[in-house]
């Protein structure tokens, strides 16, 4: 780490977990916290699983799902963008290339 580090204290889930940060991080280590903090939350509420680490065996499962769900996503969007711009890269040359009447 070229900058500072400290430690950013944050709650997940009824525990306290000691982060090593970037001091320009800080605040999106504490984002990172609580939006994991509200998936073991929602797991708990909607399933009551037995333990906590099974809470937080399922929010992971949800996170990871999502991520994977969005990236799938993301990569079919790029291809798209990236076909239509050929198809338009293509049509410019036809038309650079075409003499003129």
Do not use: C, W
């Not at 929602?42 to 999502?66: G, Q, W």
């Amino acid at each position: 780490m070229n900058e500072t580090a400290q430690v950013v204290n944050v709650s997940i889930f009824g525990s306290e977990y000691p982060i090593r940060a970037r001091l320009s991080d800080e605040e999106y280590v504490r984002q990172v916290a609580s939006f994991v903090d509200s998936r073991m939350r929602e797991v708990h509420e909607s399933m009551k699983p037995s333990s906590t680490l099974k809470v937080a065996i399922l929010a992971a499962l949800n996170i990871a799902d999502e991520l994977l769900t969005t990236q799938e996503d993301k990569t079919r969007v790029d291809s798209s963008y990236r076909e239509r711009i050929t198809s338009l890269s293509d049509r410019l040359d036809e038309l650079l290339t075409q003499p003129e009447p």
